[in-house]
């Protein structure tokens, strides 16, 4: 249930991108993975076997010629020719019989050394044989005796030993060799050794041997007691991956971990030698035809399941499109756009709910507009009303004024003032528009003041500063005149001098028009503010505050007063900047 809600909620076109996926690339994906396993496993067999037989080859090759060279030794050491030669006292023998006799071992030694899977054989022998050290075949007994390998040789009983030897009897070229060595014994009493003999591989040969036969893999060799003989490998290969200590694995590789990483190693006793043959390869090294065929793979696999994709987005585009453009149209129409959908007319189910659609948008559009018309008379007619309720309160004053006039037979001020109210209402009629420019509310309080000053004479001056660019900003009719009649009612006439100056500000900041019509009147204490209201400045403020809210909407800010007690009273306008069209 709580998959089957998200999906519910998926739009079309994922659903059946979705479909596309399930029939398409979740099968392709098994398959890879499937694949990869069975590859993983075939290889890494493969793999396997191929380590391993080029292992078993390197190992046969080793042991084939230490096996060789330890039947080498043996012919020498049974030789009776050899062994009753080193038996024999020296200083018993002339010099002549040494020289045949020696010739004898020289000839049979020469021959033996004609054997390639050595470099060559030494002698050790008694130092008072006239060849001791003459040449590099025999060499004095005395120069060993006491060396520690002299001992294992005698410690093995006539069996042979292998280690690595330093010849230094060219002291200018030291060579080291990979060495078998034996005790020779007396021929009449075997508790006593008569000599050395000595068996030598080039640890270089060695070297170029593993070399060529692992490439790729980290071989070597050592001794039991864990020196290195030879390697395949850079001394930094070696620090890398040779193994700690000796590894016995048997007939196949198994998986360490050393510090540098993961290895395969095997590693086997060199028949009866005590050298081990140690075979090391990187783990990657192992994957690395792995690697391949999966990159292979996972490239053939991609373009297949870009093809995929390459035809799913276009086929579900084809049939979501018009599911798309009618839904971006219905969230336009969440914004305020109303907008039909102009597309091909079609018979399919789609097609008949496009239609739908349009119908309902020209229906909606029809009542929008009659909604609107209907508003605006709305407001028309509540403007007016308001409006009406000024004209009658100012004509009133200004008619009891003119009585007033005419009781004291002021024929001249009557004259000017019916001129004036004339031209007022010249003005406020705007030929039945319910709004007008700031230039003519601004004439219009002028008008206003040149009839109250048949009123009040000279005792009040009216200032006007207002910018060019807000003079064209349009106002509900008959805005300023109110405010500038409460500024003389309920600001200056409070006074005690009873005269004083009215000043109209107006000027556009931040695309807002601010207009204020500040006194220099009584004012308000704090208290009287804070409890009028509107109230305090009659029912002309209230009246301007509804129209402003009327003509600008929720744009309009309140009407806000500035008022201190014995300093004046402003009044501030502020209101969104509006043209005439």
């Not at 075997?190 to 030598?200: H, L, R, T, W």
């Not at 189910?349 to 909606?364: K, T």
């Not at 003119?402 to 004036?420: C, G, S, T």
């Amino acid at each position: 249930m709580r998959i089957t809600v998200p999906f519910r909620n998926l739009s079309i076109r994922k659903k059946l991108i979705l479909l596309f996926i399930m029939v398409g690339i979740i099968p392709l994906i098994i398959t890879f993975f499937v694949s990869q396993h069975e590859i993983r496993k075939y290889a890494l067999d493969r793999q396997s076997y191929a380590n391993n037989q080029t292992y078993e080859q390197t190992l046969s090759v080793l042991t084939s010629r230490m096996s060789h060279i330890e039947e080498i030794s043996s012919m020498i050491v049974i030789n009776k020719k050899i062994t009753s030669i080193f038996s024999l006292k020296p200083e018993r023998l002339e010099i002549w019989q040494q020289l045949s006799m020696f010739e004898e071992i020289t000839s049979y030694t020469q021959i033996l050394e004609s054997d390639s899977q050595f470099s060559n054989i030494m002698y050790f022998i008694n130092d008072g044989f006239v060849t001791a050290g003459k040449t590099s075949l025999y060499r004095p007994l005395n120069q060993v005796q006491g060396q520690k390998w002299t001992e294992s040789f005698l410690a093995a009983k006539g069996k042979s030993t292998w280690l690595i030897f330093e010849d230094k009897f060219n002291f200018l070229t030291p060579k080291k060799y990979l060495t078998l060595g034996r005790a020779l014994w007396n021929e009449n009493d075997y508790m006593e050794s008569v000599g050395f003999v000595m068996i030598n591989i080039d640890l270089e040969e060695i070297t170029g041997a593993l070399r060529q036969s692992v490439p790729g893999q980290l071989v070597y060799v050592e001794t039991a007691d864990g020196e290195l003989v030879a390697s395949s490998g850079t001394e930094e290969e070696l620090a890398k991956m040779r193994l700690p200590g000796k590894l016995n694995s048997g007939p196949s590789y198994s998986e360490i971990h050393l510090e540098s990483g993961t290895y395969l190693a095997r590693g086997n006793q060199i028949d009866s030698t005590g050298l081990y043959l140690i075979s090391v390869i990187p783990s990657s090294a192992a994957m690395s035809i792995i690697q391949k065929i999966r990159v292979q793979m996972l490239g053939i696999y991609a373009v297949i399941g870009l093809l995929i994709f390459v035809f799913i987005f276009p086929i579900t585009r084809s049939i979501t499109q018009r599911i798309f453009l009618l839904m971006n149209k219905m969230s336009q129409v969440r914004q305020g756009r109303l907008n039909t959908l102009d597309l091909e007319p079609r018979t399919d189910e789609l097609g008949h709910l496009i239609s739908s659609y349009n119908y309902m948008i020209n229906s909606v559009q029809e009542l929008m507009e009659e909604q609107f018309r209907l508003g605006q008379e709305k407001k028309g007619a509540e403007l007016k009303a308001l409006q009406s309720q000024i004209n009658p309160h100012f004509l009133y004053n200004t008619l009891d004024m003119v009585n007033w006039m005419a009781q004291k037979d002021e024929v001249d001020n009557i004259q000017r003032v019916i001129h004036a109210l004339s031209d007022y209402y010249k003005l406020v009629l705007n030929k039945g528009k319910d709004f007008v420019s700031v230039g003519d509310e601004v004439r219009l309080c002028s008008i206003y003041m040149d009839i109250q000053k048949n009123r009040y004479k000279d005792r009040i001056k009216l200032e006007i500063s207002v910018e060019d660019d807000a003079l064209s900003c349009m106002l509900p009719k008959i805005t300023l005149q109110p405010l500038v009649e409460n500024a003389i009612v309920h600001g200056i006439m409070e006074t005690e001098e009873r005269r004083g100056t009215i000043r109209i500000t107006g000027r556009i900041e931040q695309d807002r028009l601010r207009i204020t019509v500040e006194d220099d009147g009584a004012g308000l204490s704090e208290r009287e503010e804070r409890h009028s209201g509107y109230q305090g400045s009659g029912y002309g403020v209230e009246n301007i505050s509804k129209r402003l809210s009327l003509f600008f909407g929720g744009e309009a800010r309140e009407i806000t007063f500035i008022s201190a007690a014995g300093k004046g009273t402003s009044v501030i306008i502020d209101v969104p900047v509006m043209r005439a069209l």
